[in-house]
């Protein structure tokens, strides 16, 4: 048993002054305030120094890290690096995000990816995959490739959910492409997130595909048909629809902070989830790489493809979006935590696992500090991490 003391643990629904956190075999036991926990004889202790305790971080949207793609998913050592940049930055649990590709290969990728995810020792920070495209409107493209983007179908959805083993658990779609109601409807009976983006919907298209199980909004104000005084399209749908959680970059340089504040006081507590989008080229220094067959340009705080000064994902991590959010809103750093923990593993239907600490759930947490939120100590499953 490893017991946790001095901290202020934020769980994220209510906060605990000098915590007290009990550990074993990778859950957790008790929580609650020191003098109503008695510590028990047979203990290892860990002084958290009055430093902040909360739940790991959920990421749902993230393309890489160091160079390294999930597209190169066939190599575990590929997949070891984006993984230990990430933890280093609080993030336990992912959601690896696959950009549009050819056919062949993309079920290639799904095939592989869950197994090489175990070869490389983290299966449990693996929530399953997150399929961006290929059934986006090529209008609202982005740094998709438009020979790779096609039409849905549900035959084709069933193929790839088979190819996955069935580890497919988000797909972002246009919901105003043919057919994309059947497809819809299938997903959400198969318990699979469905998430409007890339898209040129309107208000009412929107509102038809919640009708058949549309529930999430992915990096809403970016790739979205945006707010008209007469057609409100998919960002108005996104700020009204209260059956509709939204993700959002809180990188700085994707969406303003007004816009974050909007965001926040339309959805609330529990309509928002931050995600970083992160590209492959984060963690490596200013210059030019090639990403997805294309020259971009990691210049500060974004990255930019060469040719046309366009952002190609963002290179933030999610404590620094947590910081980015609650400066922007004015929300408390409870709050802003939640965003990156129960929300995310609420949308999941994972929130008796993780997301939460709260005794039964996973030993995934995070201890930084209160001031900078640098991220000082990971831990997963029980065990801490060599940093």
């Known amino acids: 048993m490893l017991t ?22 990778g859950k957790i036991q008790e929580i609650g305030q020191a003098e109503k926990i008695p510590l028990p004889e047979e203990t290892a202790v ?3 120094g009055g430093k902040i305790i909360c739940p790991g971080f959920i990421d749902l949207h993230l393309h890489g890290a160091r ?71 090529a209008v609202y493209r982005g740094v998709h490739n438009e020979h790779y983007l096609c039409t849905p179908s549900v ?20 919901p105003e492409l043919p057919y994309s109601k059947e497809v819809i409807r299938w997903l959400a009976q198969h318990q ?13 298209e929107v509102e038809q595909a919640v009708r058949e199980g549309l529930r999430h909004v992915t990096h809403t104000f970016n790739a979205l048909r945006g707010l008209h005084q007469r057609e ?6 996104a700020l009204d629809m209260e059956s509709l959680s939204a993700d959002i970059i809180a990188d700085g340089q ?11 006081r339309q959805k609330g507590d529990g309509g928002v989830i931050l995600i970083t989008d992160a590209s492959p080229v984060v963690g490596l220094p200013p ?23 366009q952002l190609a994902g963002s290179v933030v991590t999610l404590d620094k979006a947590i910081h980015i959010f609650q400066a922007a809103t004015g929300c408390s750093l409870r709050q802003a935590i939640r965003l990156a923990t129960l929300n995310p593993a609420t949308l999941l239907g994972l929130e008796s696992r993780k997301g939460l600490l709260a005794a039964g759930r996973d030993a995934d947490l995070v201890i930084m500090d209160e001031q900078s939120l640098r991220v000082e100590m990971v831990m997963v499953g029980g065990k801490f991490l060599k940093r």
Request: glycine share 8%; with cysteine.
């Open 287 to 309: 210059g030019e790489y090639q990403l997805w067959g294309r020259a971009v340009r990691v210049d500060g705080d974004r990255v930019l493809t060469s040719d046309s000064e």
């Open 67 to 137: 160079g390294c793609d999930f597209t190169e998913s066939e190599d575990p050592d590929s997949i070891r690096k984006i993984v230990d940049f990430h933890l280093a930055h609080g993030t336990t649990s992912f959601l690896p995000t696959l950009i549009s590709l050819p056919e062949q290969k993309l079920r290639s990728i799904l095939e592989h990816l869950p197994a090489a995810w175990m070869s490389a020792g983290y299966a449990s920070s693996f929530l399953g995959i997150h399929l961006e495209g290929p059934f986006l409107n």
């Open 46 to 48: 860990f002084d958290a």
């Open 4 to 25: 946790l003391i001095n901290g202020r643990i934020i769980t994220p629904l209510k906060e605990i002054e000098n915590g007290r956190l009990l550990i074993k075999d």
């Open 254 to 264: 994707h969406v303003h902070p007004m816009l974050m504040r909007l965001l926040w």
């Open 192 to 204: 699979v997130v469905v998430s409007i983006g890339h898209s040129n919907a309107t208000y009412l």
């Open 155 to 174: 035959e084709k959805v069933k193929s790839l959910l088979n190819y996955s083993a069935g580890t497919v658990k988000m797909i972002t779609l246009a």
């Open 232 to 237: 409100p399209a998919a960002t108005g749908a």
